[in-house]
């Protein structure tokens, strides 16, 4: 099937007389009659539900949906975006490991690698993502984990080339982890192109509705960690599951078993049943919305580039964008709804543009149905210093648009008045 049919039906099939719709399996516990099969489910021997943190019928429903639409071999539903990028490099990366990361990644994902990951004792090197090869191999060392970046990254809007990150990630034997979140597979499929695990935050365009937090993990399968050398954790008996080896065990779902027995049994931020469900009915509609939002934002990006308040705009699909070339690579049929650009005269005046914008609203959030707004250096990126926001591409006065579904004459008579008022 292709993505938008999947989007409809995969992950769940019923059978006669059971319900059209994916039922919500609210119960954190499922029942055996034979201590035997339990023990068969606890040794993974057997895959099977018996509690909601390790797996839960609505839940994995989703999962199976997100891996068709990702092109994987396995996912795993987390409470939350964050969640799942702290498990997809946790699952590769211990104490006295190291990462190396893209420096223009969502602020939440820096913070994550910046203070919190140092703190557990995996060091993160922060590279350029446009820099050269020669100096972003520089960065590597022998204790290297995984190479990480951002489809599309929040709030640069700069277009990862995958490819490249993908064959730099390779020639030093770790995988290639990239957050597909506002590309989604309905735009760009990372594992095309060679990324070997993908993570996103289903909070934003999956969802879509601002209903439901979450985070997903795919494991394209494609990485060779036995042949890598660099993962032990992969190769060698796993003392928590009576001496079980994940490569041996579970092929090339590997990496995502390993996700769901390790670090879900023992960190728990699992999805909910009903969590699950909201977000499903979101991907039924995600290529109809997420292609909607990306003509809207084309529309939009070209109309404030020509307002004379308007200092830069960065969005792909104008002809002058850095990006604009990725973006005819990797986008094709469209990047998105989120654009940012600034105004001239700062801070100042980006201030006064949003609180008097009258129908988009202020609020920590993007990728929504409704056109939303956002100032980084005051909110999502505001543990910052001046060296970091500008590092991952952030100026003082950079707003952050998020193009929802409105009618454009709305969206655009709504930026013209705060535009005036600015
Ligand atoms: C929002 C976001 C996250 C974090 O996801 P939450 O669901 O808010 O925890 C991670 N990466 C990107 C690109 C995001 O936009």
């Avoid at 420096?103 to 203070?115: D, E, K, P, W």
């Avoid at 590309?183 to 601002?210: N, Q, W």
């Avoid at 937090?213 to 993962?231: E, H, K, L, Q």
């Avoid at 590997?254 to 960190?267: E, F, S």
């Amino acid at each position: 099937m292709e993505r938008e049919s999947l989007c409809l039906y995969a992950g769940y099939s019923p059978k006669n007389g059971e319900p059209q719709t994916l039922p919500i399996y609210q119960s954190t516990t499922f029942k055996y009659t034979s201590t035997e099969e339990v023990t068969r489910l606890f040794d993974l021997k057997e895959a099977g539900f018996f509690y909601s943190r390790l797996g839960n019928p609505t839940v994995d429903a989703v999962e199976q949906k997100i891996a068709a639409l990702e092109g994987g071999v396995g996912a795993l539903c987390t409470s939350s975006g964050q969640a799942a990028n702290a498990f997809a490099i946790l699952n590769v990366a211990s104490a006295g490991d190291h990462v190396v990361s893209s420096s223009t990644i969502y602020g939440g994902t820096f913070n994550l690698f910046a203070v919190t990951l140092k703190k557990m004792g995996i060091e993160v090197t922060f590279v350029d993502p446009d820099a050269s090869d020669e100096e972003i191999q520089k960065a590597f060392r022998p204790n290297t984990k995984a190479l990480f970046g951002e489809t599309i990254a929040n709030p640069r809007i700069a277009v990862l080339d995958i490819e490249r990150f993908a064959a730099i990630a390779h020639r030093n034997g770790v995988p290639l982890i990239v957050d597909n979140t506002f590309a989604t597979p309905i735009l760009c499929r990372p594992f095309e192109f060679g990324a070997d695990i993908v993570v996103h935050s289903t909070t934003k365009y999956m969802d879509g509705h601002a209903l439901q937090m979450g985070g997903v993990i795919v494991d394209s399968g494609n990485f060779d960690w036995a042949a890598s050398g660099r993962f032990p954790d992969f190769t060698e008996p796993d003392e928590s599951y009576h001496g079980i080896v994940y490569t041996q065990a579970f092929g090339k779902a590997a990496y995502i078993v390993k996700a769901r027995v390790q670090l879900m049994r023992d960190l728990g931020a699992c999805q909910s049943a009903n969590g699950a469900f909201l977000i499903n009915q979101g991907l039924e509609t995600l290529p109809l919305r997420i292609r909607e939002h990306s003509r809207n934002a084309d529309a939009v990006a070209h109309w404030l580039e020509k307002h004379p308040k308007v200092e830069f705009v960065r969005y792909p699909t104008l002809e002058g964008d850095p990006y604009h070339a990725a973006a005819q690579k990797y986008l094709p049929e469209g990047c998105s709804g989120v654009i940012s650009f600034s105004l001239k005269g700062g801070r100042e005046a980006g201030a006064r543009f949003i609180d008097s914008l009258k129908m988009a609203s202020l609020l920590v959030h993007v990728a929504d149905i409704r056109t939303c707004v956002l100032h980084p250096a005051s909110s999502t990126h505001r543990q910052l210093s001046d060296e970091q926001l500008i590092a991952a591409g952030i100026t003082p006065g950079m707003v952050r648009l998020s193009v929802g579904l409105e009618n454009l004459n709305d969206i655009i008579a709504d930026l013209k008045q705060a535009l005036e008022q600015a």
